[in-house]
């Protein structure tokens, strides 16, 4: 069965770093679009960012582009978020996602804390 699990996440203080990855196992990794997402207390879950299968076109909300990268390793079933400049807004849990045959798949999420 699918299961992505994600990793890395931790506190960080405001202008620091943090890698997040999520391995992937029960699909084809290389052959799906794969995103990363976050939940902040009392919001909506938001696209952070994605890459798409093979070529691995990059996508960004306007709040993290510039500051955060994301990135695929298919030889390793992993996906990765590169997260600089970390703010206090970026204090979430994130997810990994991906979609196969219309059905959303997740990650348990990680918390990523930025605070001093």
């Known amino acids: 069965q699918v299961q992505l699990v994600e990793s890395g996440g931790g506190l960080v203080q405001p202008g620091g770093s943090l890698r997040l990855s999520c391995a992937a196992s029960?699909?084809?990794?290389?052959?799906?679009?794969m995103s990363w997402y976050r939940q902040a207390p009392e919001k909506e879950r938001e696209l952070v960012a994605s890459i798409s299968a093979f070529i691995g076109t990059t996508r960004y909300t306007d709040s993290v582009k510039g500051r955060f990268t994301i990135s695929r390793d298919n030889a390793k079933n992993t996906l990765y978020l590169q997260m600089n400049s970390l703010k206090p807004e970026d204090t979430a849990v994130y997810y990994c996602?991906?979609?196969?045959?219309?059905?959303?798949?997740w990650g348990q999420g990680t918390q990523v804390t930025v605070s001093s």
């Open positions: 029960g699909f084809t990794f290389s052959r799906y679009a």
């Open positions: 996602n991906t979609q196969l045959r219309d059905m959303n798949f």
